[in-house]
């Protein structure tokens, strides 16, 4: 059976700690998809602008691209909006999306305690604005991301393997 996951959420959510642990649990492959960015894009966002639409959508066909061409894979990618998961599922069409669901001070305190990463903690806003949640008719879950790694792992396979059925 093919497993292709894309965690989604803001910058900070955990989408690399999660899907990094879903992955192995999983026996997938992790692609953190901040690797997948084009240079500038990482420059853009290091410099504290947000990016728009123009520089996602490619960033976004490369994302669906990389999860079509692997049978079991993991994606951390931001996926904010839904025409950008329509975006990665007109690469992907079963694409599977967990939604890491946190609270403002949380990403706040978690964005403030990164030192190495190009993502400042000045673009948390404009991520929370973008950002639209899982809809129902989307296939995937959402997830407290506050709970220990190893709920959050168990919830998300549990929710896969019932889209399976």
């Excluded at 990482?42 to 490619?58: F, H, S, W």
């Excluded at 079509?68 to 975006?87: F, K, Q």
């Amino acid at each position: 059976m093919s497993v292709r996951i894309v965690v989604m959420g803001p910058s900070g959510s955990g989408k690399s700690t999660v899907g990094a642990a879903l992955a192995e649990r999983l026996g997938a492959r992790f692609v953190d998809g901040d690797d997948l960015h084009p240079l500038t894009n990482v420059e853009k966002m290091a410099a504290g602008i947000p990016l728009d639409d123009d520089d996602r959508m490619p960033w976004l066909r490369v994302v669906g691209a990389t999860l079509r061409g692997e049978d079991r894979i993991v994606v951390a990618c931001s996926a904010l909006r839904r025409r950008y998961r329509d975006a990665i599922r007109e690469e992907a069409d079963d694409a599977f999306f967990a939604e890491l669901v946190v609270d403002r001070d949380t990403l706040a305190s978690r964005l403030d305690a990164r030192a190495d990463h190009f993502m400042p903690a000045s673009l948390m806003d404009s991520q929370l604005e973008a950002l639209e949640p899982l809809a129902d008719d989307e296939i995937g879950v959402r997830i407290e991301a506050s709970l220990p790694l190893t709920q959050e792992i168990d919830a998300i396979r549990d929710a896969l393997a019932a889209t399976a059925r």
